[in-house]
């Protein structure tokens, strides 16, 4: 079974662990009575998009930033002969979570996190030395705008839908909601809070009752677990517990960051304005240097690049920016979840 004859009822549980995952004793079940199936197709279902790598993960997703991890973009240009290994290298760090080539002056793009016990700037360093970079840039959020990634299986389109209503279309607004001024800022942790995120941030295991060892480490019931994950969804530490797909594998064949040149004077208006499209799963302004006049940077998905050319066209004309580019992803070299308060 390939993706392009993926059934409608895989697409649909797609949706459902994507979005909407059930905390419960048998998440499994309550997804199977939802879609008029049994436990065990569910399961089955799960397992097998699992094995074709269409789903990549289940489990909690974590605020990086709030937990006290220090976080940015990285770019790099490496000589294209020692791109693979360079890129290998940059692998070999737990907190690189999202790693890939892509088109354009820099061709190495990767999300680097660090704990608080780590230095940003001295693992970049050593890194740049390690690749025999050319040149790198760090790149960290000055404002964020938007995460939402979330893609609708059946209609095979971006669904990141959490700044406007789905049916609405995309126009040049100024009243986007408010990003929370302390996005950036580190929450203070207990002890039992790490010990959640070190259980709860683990690959769910597809079993008819996956929580229960989760609970029994944790000294909870399921009652419990649930009370302290919206805890941390309140104190904004945890976004949500769901299902992570590989886009490709799900029929989103392209990846394209597009790069904006945009007024200061207009930052914070244009922002909202991109973030309010369901095309756009990231949005953020990031620095400008000398070789890079770009500010803004979201990320679009779609079935194929000229998808992806349409979508940031209709972005161009809602906020009137005409002056950027689209950063294809030629190769994939790492993409998963940073994990946190391990030892590796």
């Known amino acids: ?44 279902r799960i397992i097998e998009l699992k094995r074709r790598n269409v789903v990549r993960q289940i489990g909690a997703i974590f605020d990086t930033r709030r937990l006290g ?57 050593k890194m740049a030395k390690d690749t025999d970079a050319e040149a790198t840039r760090k790149m960290p959020t000055i404002r964020f705008f938007k995460i939402g990634v979330n893609f609708d299986m059946v209609k095979q389109e971006s669904d990141a839908t959490n700044y406007f ?21 580190a929450q203070a942790l207990t002890d039992f809070d790490i010990a959640f995120v070190r259980e709860l941030q683990e690959d769910l295991p597809i079993t008819a009752e996956p929580f229960k060892d989760i609970c029994g480490e944790l000294g909870l019931d ?36 597009g790069v904006w040149n945009v007024p200061e004077e207009r930052s914070e208006e244009v922002g909202n304005i991109m973030a309010q499209s369901r095309s756009v799963t990231h949005c953020y302004e990031r620095p400008r240097f000398p070789d890079w006049k770009y500010s803004h940077f979201t990320m679009l998905h779609a079935t194929s690049q000229e998808g992806c050319e349409e979508l940031a066209k209709e972005i161009s004309d809602a906020t009137g920016i005409t002056d950027y580019q689209l950063l294809y992803s ?15």
Request: proline letters at 5%; hydrophobic letters at 40%.
């Open 69 to 125: 991890y220090k976080t940015t973009l990285v770019a790099m240009r490496i000589p294209e002969d020692n791109l693979d290994a360079a890129a290998q290298i940059v692998n070999k760090h737990p907190g690189v979570s999202h790693n890939y080539a892509r088109n354009g002056r820099f061709n190495l793009w990767f999300t680097l996190a660090v704990s608080p016990f780590e230095d940003l700037d001295e693992t970049l360093e």
């Open 165 to 185: 209503k789905p049916d609405e279309p995309v126009e040049a607004k100024k009243d986007a909601p408010k990003v929370d001024e302390d996005w950036n800022t």
């Open 222 to 257: 399921m009652a419990g677990l649930v009370a302290h994950a919206d805890d941390m969804v309140g104190r904004k530490l945890m976004r949500r517990f769901s299902a992570v797909l590989h886009h490709r594998r799900a029929g989103f064949a392209a990846n394209a960051m």
């Open 1 to 44: 079974m390939t993706t392009r004859t993926m059934e409608t009822v895989d697409r649909e549980i797609c949706n459902v662990i994507q979005s909407d995952f059930p905390l419960v004793d048998r998440p499994f079940l309550k997804i199977a009575e939802g879609l008029g199936i049994t436990e065990d197709e569910v399961m089955e």
């Open 330 to 344: 030629s190769r994939e070299y790492k993409k998963t979840r940073v994990r946190y308060f391990v030892d590796e």
